[in-house]
C-alpha cells in the first residue's frame, strides 16, 4: 500500500485486546461513540481520511497561546506575535503535508473565520503576557495597552476567578493508575487553593440551544476526574473561546467517582466484547454500533467500515448526501476541464455523480487509477442542495478498493 496509498487492499487487522492503561479521553470518547472506531484508534490504525484544515488551524491556534502561557515570548509586540503564530500555522500546514498522502492541500488561511480567529487568538495572548507583567513594546503601545485592560476587565467579570501567578501552557494529565490520561490546556490554583483546569475552544461550543455542547463538558469532566484521582481535590473547570466570555462547568466529588466507575464498567465491557469477535472482518461490521449518523459522518475510518458501506450510507439520507461510493459507471471530461465520475451504490436505485474540478485534479491521484467497473468511494464531497451531484470539497479523498466492499445483501 505505500506506492499506491489511495488503494485499500482489505481491512487492516484488529489484533489483540485493548489495552488496560494508558488511554487518551479523545480515544475513549470515540470508543463510547462507537466501538469500531474506538478500538481502532486505541490500537493505532492509522486515520483514513484527511485531516479538516480547521482543525489543522486550532492546533496552531493551541500551540501558540501555549507558548504563550509559558511565557516563552518575551514582548507584547503585536507585529511579534503575529509572526509567531503565522509559524506555528506554518508548522502545522507541513505536518499535515508530511502525514497525508494527497498534496496540495488548501492553505489554513482558507479555514473557516481564519482571520477572525488570529486576531482573537493574538488578543488572547496579549492578555496573558499582560497577565504576567510583559510590557508592551510598539508603536501602538497606548492603544494595546487599552485593548490589554479591556479584555482584562471583561475577564474578571466572568464567574470564575484569576489565577495568582503565571497559567503556564499545557500540562499532562491522568488517573493513579495511568488508564486514562489528557492534557489540559492550562492548570493553576486559584487565590482560593483550589486547581483550575481550562480548556481553549477555537471552534463552536455552544449547541443550538446556547447551552455548552456535551462533547466539551466530558472532556472537561473527564480532565478533573484525572486530577481528583491523582490529588483528592475536586478542581474548577473552565471551557474558554476564544471570543467571548469563559464558561465554568460544575462538577462535584460524588459526581467524579460515579464518572471513573461508569468509565471502568464500560471500558470493561468493550473489551470483553472485543475478546469474543472472530478475528477477520467481521469484528468491523460487529464492532460497528455508532449512537447516531453524526458519528459516521466525523469519523475517519468509515472508508474501511463495511457497516457504513453496506448499512448505515444507504439508510441515512445525511450521510448521502456527504460521501459518494459504489461501483464506476462512467467517467468523462467537462470541456472546462472538469472530470465527471458517475458512482452507482449496489443498494441505491439512483446514481450519484462526483465532479472534480480541474486546479484539483493534482491532489487525487487515485483519478490517474480508476475505470469504469472499479468500486471506489469519494468522501467529504458535500452534494449540498444537489443531492445528487458531489463536488470537490477542501477535505475530500478519493479510495479506490482492491477489494470488494459491497455485499450482495443488507
Request: glycine share 8%; with cysteine; aromatic share 8%.
Amino acid at each position: 500500500m505505500t506506492d499506491r496509498p489511495y488503494q485499500l487492499d482489505g481491512f487492516p487487522k484488529i489484533e489483540g485486546e485493548l489495552p488496560s492503561k494508558g488511554i487518551s479521553h479523545s480515544a475513549f470518547s470515540k470508543l463510547s461513540d462507537c466501538s469500531l472506531q474506538g478500538t481502532l484508534a486505541i490500537l493505532g490504525v492509522s486515520p483514513m481520511l484527511a485531516f479538516s484544515i480547521d482543525a489543522a488551524l486550532g492546533t496552531a491556534i493551541h500551540k501558540f497561546l501555549d507558548h504563550a502561557g509559558k511565557g516563552d515570548y518575551e514582548d507584547l509586540d503585536e507585529s511579534v506575535l503575529k509572526e509567531k503564530l503565522e509559524h506555528e500555522i506554518e508548522n502545522q500546514t507541513e505536518l499535515v503535508e508530511k502525514i497525508w498522502y494527497a498534496r496540495n492541500l488548501l492553505p489554513l488561511s482558507l479555514a473557516k473565520d481564519s482571520s477572525l480567529k488570529k486576531g482573537w487568538a493574538i488578543k488572547q495572548a496579549l492578555v496573558g503576557l499582560s497577565s504576567q507583567g510583559k510590557k508592551v513594546e510598539d508603536r501602538h503601545e497606548t492603544k494595546h495597552r487599552d485593548d490589554v485592560m479591556e479584555f482584562l476587565v471583561a475577564d474578571r467579570q466572568a464567574p470564575i476567578v484569576e489565577p495568582t501567578g503565571p497559567i503556564g501552557g499545557e500540562r499532562p494529565l491522568s488517573t493513579e493508575d495511568g488508564f486514562l490520561h489528557g492534557e489540559a490546556d492550562r492548570l493553576y490554583k486559584d487565590s482560593d487553593g483550589v486547581y483550575v483546569i481550562e480548556d481553549w475552544k477555537t471552534g463552536e461550543i455552544l449547541d443550538n440551544n446556547g447551552k455548552l455542547k456535551m462533547t466539551v463538558v466530558d472532556q472537561l469532566k473527564n480532565y478533573g476526574l484525572m486530577l481528583y484521582d491523582k490529588t483528592g481535590q475536586v478542581p474548577r473547570l473552565i471551557a474558554r473561546p476564544l471570543k467571548g466570555d469563559p464558561i465554568p462547568v460544575e462538577c462535584f466529588e460524588q459526581e467524579l467517582n460515579d464518572r471513573r466507575e461508569m468509565i471502568d464498567d464500560e471500558f470493561s465491557q468493550k473489551k470483553e466484547h472485543l475478546a469474543k469477535l472472530a478475528t477477520s472482518e467481521e469484528r468491523y461490521s460487529q464492532l460497528a454500533d455508532p449512537k447516531s449518523p453524526s458519528v459516521c459522518k466525523f469519523c475517519s475510518y468509515r472508508p474501511i467500515c463495511s457497516t457504513y458501506h453496506n448499512k448505515n450510507f444507504v439508510t441515512e439520507p445525511e450521510l448521502r448526501q456527504l460521501d459518494c461510493i459504489g461501483t464506476i459507471t462512467e467517467i468523462t471530461s467537462g470541456i472546462d476541464g472538469t472530470k465527471i465520475i458517475k458512482i452507482k451504490h449496489p443498494h441505491d436505485d439512483e446514481v450519484q455523480t462526483a465532479i472534480f474540478r480541474k486546479w484539483s485534479l493534482s491532489r487525487h491521484p487515485a483519478l490517474n487509477d480508476i475505470d469504469s467497473g472499479d468500486d471506489v468511494g469519494v468522501f467529504n464531497a458535500w452534494a449540498g442542495s444537489h443531492r445528487r451531484v458531489h463536488r470537490d470539497q477542501r477535505n475530500t479523498v478519493v479510495y479506490k478498493y482492491a477489494y470488494g466492499p459491497f455485499k450482495s445483501d443488507i
